[in-house]
């Protein structure tokens, strides 16, 4: 028994997640990306794109699973508001934002790349 709750706690399936990216414009248009890892396999969008992926897409896959930094200005801006939601079997997290500056810069930028690998399928 000891040996059965090892292995199902290491195994890929323990740690499958989703993250949810909503986001909405000053004009109200809102866009929502999905992307999961599960069983060993990335899905952007639902849509399966392999269990092994090119290196500068892996490093960006990577950067954007990590989350936008915590930012000291509040989520009331002018250009819109996002919300990154993680989440897994275990434990999830939300933050929200507003959709300017660097690091919203720097999260477009790697899903982005993410989305090119994916429509190149």
């Not at 909405?24 to 069983?39: C, Q, V, Y």
């Amino acid at each position: 028994m000891r040996y059965f709750i090892l292995i199902f706690l290491f195994s890929v399936q323990a740690f499958a997640w989703e993250i949810t990216f909503d986001r909405t414009n000053h004009a109200g248009i809102r866009k929502i990306d999905i992307l999961k890892h599960e069983n060993g396999v990335y899905i952007f969008d639902g849509k399966d794109i392999g269990k092994t992926l090119p290196t500068s897409t892996l490093n960006s896959w990577r950067t954007f699973e990590k989350g936008p930094t915590i930012s000291a200005k509040s989520a009331r801006c002018a250009s819109g508001t996002y919300t990154f939601e993680k989440k897994d079997k275990i434990k999830s997290f939300k933050r929200e934002g507003c959709t300017e500056g660097d690091s919203y810069g720097r999260m477009i930028k790697n899903l982005e790349e993410i989305r090119t690998y994916a429509n190149g399928i």
